[in-house]
């Protein structure tokens, strides 16, 4: 097993940059995964790890075996690098470099018949993107489509919060204009959740194919998605302010459609 111990080593430089830098992930066509739960999860996932290292007095050396990798990708490094490459403040002394997937929709495929999707339109946090997955996953959603992104899907805090969850879903990018036409080939139902002209939102009917599509909370959601082929619905608002974190209404709009679905 080969060690590093130096912070100035071109191959941590490297992998520092992958961890800051989105430009960096899409030119080099890799990203970091942190921990054991997500790195098992993308290798179920059919993720391909290109290498793992190990801090060794945080991470048992024999449990190693279980990620099915050669000795020669397998590095030890120092506590200090360790500190420098880590994003998260609990941890277990295990990263992975892996390749990137596409996420190009015409890899979508609804083995459902009914599908539930949700579409999140030019969200910026990667927290909400990550506590949305995860909802997702709970929920067992069909897809999770990301209209005009504003981060890409590998950014370290989307791992994070997600605790895993980008590699349990399927996840499509694309345009506004791209997703809106294919849900509208697929024959998709389109539950807009917005302010203006809508209804509540548990006086629709979420058993048929569906796609509830949120946007951001300080602008809502494009027009596009509020025309006459689509269903404007809302969360009734009680206080003195008119929205909600947008992670909590997507846990709120997905899990009254699964609630029709099941009972």
């Not at 994003?87 to 018949?113: A, C, H, P, Q």
Request: hydrophobic share 40%.
């Amino acid at each position: 097993m080969k060690i590093i111990k130096s912070l100035q080593n071109h191959f941590i430089k490297d992998i520092i940059k992958l961890q800051s830098k989105s430009r960096e992930r899409r030119k080099k066509e890799l990203f970091l995964i942190e921990g054991q739960r997500e790195l098992s999860l993308a290798i179920k996932s059919g993720y391909e790890i290109e290498n793992i290292l190990i801090e060794p007095s945080l991470f048992e050396r024999n449990k190693i075996a279980k990620f099915e990798i050669s000795e020669n990708k397998i590095f030890e490094i120092s506590k200090d690098v360790y500190k420098k490459i880590a994003y998260r403040d609990s941890t277990e002394g295990i990263v992975g470099i892996v390749k990137t997937k596409k996420f190009d929709l015409e890899f979508i495929d609804f083995k459902n018949k009914t599908p539930l999707i949700l579409v999140l339109e030019g969200l910026e946090k990667p927290g909400n993107i990550g506590a949305i997955l995860r909802t997702a996953d709970a929920a067992n959603v069909d897809a999770v489509l990301i209209a005009n992104p504003k981060t890409d899907i590998f950014n370290p805090n989307i791992i994070r919060s997600s605790v895993g969850c980008v590699f349990t879903n399927q996840i499509g990018v694309g345009t506004s204009e791209e997703i809106y036409s294919f849900l509208q080939e697929k024959k998709i139902n389109i539950y807009s959740a917005t302010l203006q002209n809508s209804n509540e939102y548990y006086k629709n009917d979420y058993t048929g194919p569906s796609a509830i599509v949120l946007g951001t909370e300080a602008s809502g959601l494009t027009n596009l998605w509020r025309n006459e082929y689509c269903r404007n619905i809302n969360i009734p608002m009680y206080g003195k302010i008119d929205s909600m974190n947008v992670s909590v209404a997507a846990a709120i709009l997905t899990f009254e459609a699964k609630r029709q679905r099941i009972f």
